[in-house]
């Protein structure tokens, strides 16, 4: 145990853990879905958040990882622009770096190879995966929406309260009143923006 706690309060490892925990909870903000993204993000947060209070901490890293939020919500949910991503990103980079105290306050207690590494890594996955979000979210749909209701398709994952399905060419997130398994005929009763509700062409046999 005495091993486990000592590896778990490394800043090297905590560092990770908290960039993981970071980088999923971005990731599923930018892509709901089933859950699993966020509930993974939330388990690595609890984490780091109890290493975290075990180890000093440079407070004003921490703020510059708090303050960081808000210009990465600017870019996603209000104005579209990058430069407020690249704002978010080197708050996200040198905040975490920055975290845990060492013996000067502009040296990282982090490895500077793992922190240079991952940092490049982080940058370079947030940007391609937020700027093609953001290009998903200006696209304009190539068929009225509407038209799903009534259409038909199969379940690609499991459906209930919530899943995917396969409808008119593309895939979407659904949920249906009872449950349904992978590739079930479906047909779209109703829309509610890009979440369908669906029910089943014919009984399901569970």
Known sequence: KER???????PNVTYLI???????AIL????????????????????AGYAIY??????????????????FVLAVRKSHQKRYLV??????????AYLFQSDAWWKPAVHPLVALVV??????????ITIKSLEAMDKKPVFDLESLVGA????????????SVYVAGEMWSARCAQRLPPNTPIRVV????????????KPVQH
């Not at 908290?18 to 999923?24: A, F, I, P, T």
């Not at 940092?119 to 391609?128: E, K, N, P, Q, T």
Request: proline share 5%; hydrophobic share 60%.
């Open 54 to 71: 075990s180890i000093p901490i440079n407070p004003w890293a921490l703020v510059v990882l708090i303050v960081g939020v808000i210009p």
């Open 152 to 163: 038909e398709g199969e379940t690609r994952t499991v459906v209930e309260m919530e899943g």
């Open 18 to 24: 908290l960039v993981g925990g970071l980088s999923l």
């Open 119 to 128: 940092s490049i890594l982080v940058g370079v996955f947030f940007w391609f």
């Open 190 to 201: 109703k829309r509610n923006g890009f979440m369908l509700e669906v029910e089943p062409l």
């Open 87 to 96: 704002v978010a990103v080197l708050a996200l980079v040198i905040g975490s």
């Open 4 to 10: 486990y706690m000592e590896f778990l309060l490394d």
């Open 28 to 47: 599923g903000l930018l892509t709901p879905g089933t859950g699993v993204i966020e509930a993974g993000a939330m388990l690595l947060l609890l984490v």
